[in-house]
């Protein structure tokens, strides 16, 4: 596996692609919460990172950035509610396919969806207890990525957490093999893109600013986190 030495920035997702199919786009974005309850471990980053930062009285927020199909922010409610938190949380996405199918899901108490970048909250002058993102870094280009964690330290008052993928020939191998019975959606070849793409921790250490700590996730994970 060569070509897993270097981060694949010519790969392109399917599901970025405006014409891509959109009943497989659909399928994708339900499928998301199946795969991010298996490899993404926010249930673990919420109890070691999120859960201890949050106020025993008044109202929390959480702004969740690129939210996607919108299993992850829903997780937080459900888990906020659990441990007797109050939380408010704001996911966007700028895709309005995204967008969309988040919002014709049932609701879930405490969630609002945007359609909007990071930067036009920051420019907005919102602020949140509490930012988020999952699987977005290795979207980016160089700037953008520069671009998002500023905004990240401008809306965050005091935790920011972007959780990716690490590129590993172990976890490119176990996933191409574990997702090949979800058929009908992008998720295994997208997937399988998005690993070609990522970050290896020494590199997105060498990529991001020293405010900026990287930690490793077990099994193939990178959690960027930034405390105000």
């Known amino acids: 596996m060569a070509f897993l030495t270097h981060r ?9 692609k405006p014409g891509c199919n959109p009943a497989m786009l ?9 795969v991010n309850r298996t490899v993404a471990g926010w249930h673990h980053t919420w109890a070691r990172h ?4 949050l106020r025993t009285s008044g109202t929390n927020t959480l702004l969740d950035i690129g939210s996607g199909g919108g299993d992850v922010p829903r997780a937080f409610a459900r888990w906020a509610a659990r441990d007797g938190f109050r939380l408010d ?3 966007i996405d ?3 396919r995204a967008h969309a199918y988040a919002n014709s899901q049932p609701t879930t108490p ?4 945007r359609r909007a970048f990071s930067s036009e909250l920051v420019a907005e002058g919102a602020r949140f207890d509490v930012v988020t993102s999952n699987h977005v870094l290795h979207h980016l280009s160089p700037g953008e990525l520069r671009g998002l964690l500023a905004d990240s330290e401008q809306l965050g008052t005091r935790l920011a957490l972007h959780s990716d993928i690490v590129r590993t020939r172990v976890g490119f191998a176990l996933f191409g093999v574990a997702t090949l019975p979800l058929r009908g959606s992008y998720i295994r070849r997208d997937g399988l893109t998005s690993i070609r793409r990522s970050y290896l921790a020494e590199e997105l250490r060498a ?5 900026w700590r990287v930690e490793r996730q077990f099994p193939f994970r990178n959690l960027l986190v930034h405390r105000a």
Not at 26 to 34: D, P, S, W
Not at 50 to 53: F, H, I, K, S, Y
Not at 207 to 211: E, H, K, N, Q, T
Request: no cysteine; aromatic share 8%; hydrophobic share 45%.
């Open 8 to 16: 694949d920035l010519t790969a392109v997702e399917e599901m970025d």
């Open 26 to 34: 659909e399928r994708t974005y339900a499928q998301f919460g199946l």
């Open 50 to 53: 999120v859960r201890p930062v």
């Open 89 to 91: 949380i704001t996911a």
């Open 94 to 96: 700028p895709d309005e």
């Open 110 to 113: 405490g969630v609002t969806f």
């Open 207 to 211: 990529a991001v600013p020293p405010a």
